[in-house]
């Protein structure tokens, strides 16, 4: 048998060999999955500089806390020496837009009028001052807050995590309410599915200017 037939029949036997796949029939095609929600989940890192703010459910839920994560913040002014923090004050400004959770559909809610309403306040201010040692490493303060327009003094701690000749790095944490900022309805809405006590949790280096 010549080459050229040898390659002709191998070809048939391939074609009966393979097996023929049934057509779909309509509306027989399979969905396509839903698209996985692409948002990034907030920093994991405790040790980066970070400003998160943890909310939980008015019906608890197993993933309480939520942690929101603002993403992008900067201190606009601080004043103070890095050996004797008392009398010192500082200005952070954060930006609401860059606010994330790991979830489109919950981060575009939260940035709703019915929360943030991010079309007419994009950002928060903190101004620290009254700075008062406690011990070496820890410190009470004042924080007056701006968000949405409305204006709260709040009591806060923070601890010092280390320091240079021009800088000083810092943590706290603080409990606030949402309602101080008329964010969302009251509880007992039974329409609010937001805890009406939030945390915020802060990490800065803070740098001389």
Not at 74 to 96: H, I, M, Q, Y
Not at 106 to 113: A, I, P, V, W
Not at 140 to 149: E, F, M, Q, S
Request: charged content about 30%; glycine content about 4%; some cysteine.
């Amino acid at each position: 048998m010549s080459t050229l037939k040898l390659f002709v029949l191998t070809v048939a036997l391939a074609g009966c060999a393979r097996k023929e796949e049934p057509a779909p029939t309509p509306g027989s095609a399979k969905a396509p999955d839903k698209a996985p929600d692409k948002a990034a989940p907030p920093a994991a890192d405790p040790d980066a500089d970070h400003v998160w703010i943890l909310a939980s459910h008015k019906a608890p839920k197993p993933n309480d806390p939520v942690q929101v994560a603002i993403d992008k913040f900067k201190v606009t002014k601080a004043t103070f020496d890095p050996k004797n923090l008392e009398g010192g004050t500082a200005s952070l400004e954060l930006d609401l837009s860059s606010l994330h959770t790991g979830s489109d559909k919950r981060d575009t809610h939260l940035k709703s009028e019915s929360y943030i309403d991010l079309s007419k306040f994009t950002t928060a201010t903190i101004d620290i001052d009254n700075v008062k040692k406690t011990d070496d490493k820890h410190f009470t303060a004042d924080a007056d807050v701006k968000l949405r327009g409305l204006e709260k003094k709040y009591p806060v701690t923070f601890e010092v995590l280390s320091s240079t000749a021009d800088s000083v790095r810092i943590k706290g944490e603080q409990k606030f309410g949402r309602l101080d900022f008329t964010i969302g309805k009251d509880a007992s809405d039974a329409n609010e599915s937001v805890a009406p006590d939030l945390t915020i949790q802060l990490q800065l280096t803070l740098k001389k200017t």
